[in-house]
């Protein structure tokens, strides 16, 4: 794709305190989101997906202004929007709008779904009565729902109809830029499909532009135009769905697509891991040093545990974050392997 980005992250970050001790001091920091960076272009589908706890879902609440941002900055239609308040920022909810994991806790239970979906158009003051109440009928036929559910409540509908609610109501007030959270997570398979190509199906008729956290990677695989693999905080790697899949770089992704159960002859196979999967995510408040994957990684060489890759460029579109790839940390790991020079953290022999 071409042009210039809708979203753009630069060094984003999002720390959260640790408080202990009697006076509740704050002594260090969980860095949910450390220092990320991409852009995600008009009409595209940018998925983020990694394990639980590895920061994903506050990095998409974070660019959506539902967090503050610890640091860095977030663009939008290249405007700045990292700081906005006020009636700035309730003039971007209009354009960003998200989709939550869980239908029957983001539904209010006691409103009737007619009042959930018209809400948005009420807070953002669009049109009369008459015409929210059309709105409201336009959403429900286009999220493939009867007009009449709107005189239901949410417990009178199944998962998956409570989902395609909430999409309605994302769509209210035609907003530019999605977040989906893991939207179909909480749903029984056989409908997670419906939503997805429900999703697909509004993406090309709207225009609409979204950024999709998973940990599912078959899920994204058939869905992300390009995938951001995360972990602890940090992306791993970032490409293109297709070359994620058929030539990863990265130690984990590989360690993630090995993973991946194969089916054979409508079986999932119990063959074991192409990569072995090592270890557990570490505890965020307390990650290694170096490489933040070093401690599970089985590529990792004496290097990793003190020097933090960046992510870098390694050919036109793929980025990754290792040791083993070039870019501006190859000299300091030369240095290491030379056995001339101590590095910072490293004790020679």
């Known amino acids: 794709m071409s042009g ?38 008009p009409g595209e589908t940018f ?15 974070t660019v959506a202004r539902l967090y503050e941002a610890t640091g860095g900055t977030i663009a939008f239609e290249g405007q700045d929007i990292t700081d906005l308040d006020g009636k700035a920022l309730r003039q971007l909810r209009r354009d960003i709008q998200v989709v939550y994991q869980d239908p029957s806790s983001s539904l209010n239970p006691r409103r009737r779904i007619g009042a959930i979906v018209k809400e948005p158009l009420a807070v953002h003051d669009v ?40 999409i309605a109501r994302a769509l209210a007030v035609e907003p530019k830029f999605v977040v989906l959270d893991e939207p179909t997570s909480a749903l029984d398979v056989s409908v997670q499909a ?3 190509s429900l999703l697909d199906d509004l993406q090309d008729e709207l225009d609409l532009t979204y950024l999709l956290i998973s940990h ?15 972990y602890l905080g940090n992306l791993m790697e970032v490409t293109d769905s ?10 984990y992704t590989e360690q993630l697509l090995s993973a991946i159960p194969v089916v054979e002859s409508g079986e ?31 590529r990792a060489f004496d290097a990793c545990d003190a020097v933090d890759p960046e992510l870098v460029e390694v ?14 940390k190859a000299e300091a790991v030369a240095e290491h392997r030379s056995d001339d020079v101590t590095q910072e953290g490293v004790t020679e022999d």
């Open 242 to 251: 297709r070359t994620l899949f058929e030539n990863p770089v990265n130690p």
């Open 4 to 41: 210039d980005p809708l979203v753009s992250v630069r060094n984003l970050e999002k720390y959260y305190p640790v408080d202990t001790g009697l006076f509740s001091r704050t002594e260090s920091y969980v860095k949910a989101v450390d220092g990320v960076s991409f852009d995600i272009m």
């Open 47 to 61: 998925a983020v997906v990694g394990e639980s706890g590895c920061g994903k879902t506050t990095l998409g609440k």
């Open 127 to 166: 049109g009369t009565k008459a015409e929210r109440d059309e709105r409201v009928a336009e959403l429900l036929r286009r999220v493939d729902l009867p007009v009449e559910f709107r005189h239901r409540y949410p417990n009178a509908l199944s998962g998956g109809q409570k989902q395609r609610v909430a």
């Open 216 to 230: 599912d990677l078959s899920l994204v695989k058939n869905v992300a135009d390009r995938i951001g693999v995360m």
């Open 194 to 196: 419906k939503v997805i």
């Open 315 to 328: 050919e036109d579109g793929h980025q990754t974050r290792c040791l083993h790839d070039p870019g501006p």
């Open 268 to 298: 999932q196979s119990l063959k074991p891991p192409s990569v072995e999967v090592r270890g557990e995510t570490p505890d965020p408040k307390d990650p290694p040093s170096g490489c933040p994957f070093h401690p599970r990684c089985h």
